[in-house]
């Protein structure tokens, strides 16, 4: 399977924050927006990634996070030039894809959860046709909206509707196999000019092979479309990662535990960070083996022969 994140889009309701940069670049705490995406990619085993963005914005992803060769992944980059749909992103990433299935996920979108690795790793090995991913949201008219019979099943999609049938909400994750790519060439541009991933997922639905993986109590979405959301998801983490100790969204942890990464070349990784960033990556490694600087008074400077990736 291939991975597409789309991080296109200008974000005017997030300026003047964005006034010069990319949205998906502003942090989320301590790390950058995009990391958040990208670790759900990675850890559905995908390891063959495009980055779509605007003209202005590429240049800022390719130096944060270059080809992806230093997380064991390989990162490619396309533009949109303007912001004309969800379901564009499987034109621009036609090649990418080439006749692989593919994920595309939104670069605003955070996702936190108990295994959810594994649910990913079997929402792929299982794929037949189009895995969306849904949410209850306690308000459902702003969002696509996933309709269930009694058995839970998917049986209706609405985008934003005035009389939510559920108040389950279909999130920024997404999952098809290679006929999603014919689909979109033959969309039709809705009423406000845009491909719409509602449509094709509607076109999956009408043929039976649209299913819905419901991330209930225990996982948490949040999309980031505002400065109080933007707010809420740097809460989120940061309550949450001093608490348990633990890292969301930090994608070297995740190519070290996937195994796309080794303990030494993590290690490497672990020098170029500041701070408690790169102590935690250390630990994780094993900070007997390299120490950690919350264990020395003087800074560790890197290992000889260890430069930057």
């Known amino acids: 399977m291939k991975g597409i994140i789309l991080a296109g889009g ?13 949205k998906q670049i502003l942090p ?44 064991g992944v390989r990162i490619d980059y396309a533009e949109q030039k303007e912001p004309n749909g969800i379901a564009e992103a499987f034109l621009l990433g036609a090649d990418h894809i080439g006749d692989d299935q593919v994920a595309l996920i939104l670069g605003d979108n955070v996702f936190h959860g108990y295994k ?23 308000d459902p008219w702003r969002y696509g909206i996933a309709e269930l019979d009694a058995d839970r099943r998917l049986v209706g999609l609405a985008e934003k509707p005035g009389e939510p049938r559920s108040n389950i909400a279909v999130t920024g994750l997404y999952m098809y196999d290679n006929d999603v790519v014919r689909m979109a060439q033959d969309l039709v541009p809705s009423d406000r000019g845009e ?20 991330l209930g109590r225990g996982f948490v979405w949040l999309d980031m479309g505002t400065h109080d959301s933007l707010l809420e998801a740097g809460q989120y983490v940061q309550i949450l990662e001093q608490r348990q100790g633990v890292r969301i969204g930090c994608v070297e942890e995740v190519a070290y535990r996937k195994g796309f990464i080794d303990a030494e070349e993590c290690r490497l990784l672990a020098h170029e960070q500041a701070g408690e960033y790169g102590d935690y990556l250390l630990d994780l490694v094993g900070a007997d083996r390299v120490p950690s600087r919350r264990n020395h008074a003087e800074p560790f400077a890197t290992p000889t022969g260890a430069g930057p990736r």
């Open 10 to 22: 200008s974000g005017t309701r997030l300026k003047p924050l964005t006034g010069v940069v990319s």
């Open 28 to 71: 989320v705490y301590n790390k950058p927006m995009i990391y958040y995406p990208l670790s759900v990619l990675m850890l559905a085993g995908i390891r063959d990634i495009l980055l779509i963005s605007a003209p202005g914005h590429l240049d800022m992803f390719r130096r944060l996070l270059g080809d992806g060769s230093s997380l």
């Open 116 to 138: 959810f690795s594994d649910l990913l790793r079997r929402t792929v090995e299982q794929l037949d046709g189009c895995a969306l991913f849904g949410y209850p949201v306690q």
């Open 195 to 214: 491909l719409e991933i509602t449509d094709i997922n509607r076109i999956y639905l009408e043929q039976g092979r649209a299913h819905l993986a419901e």
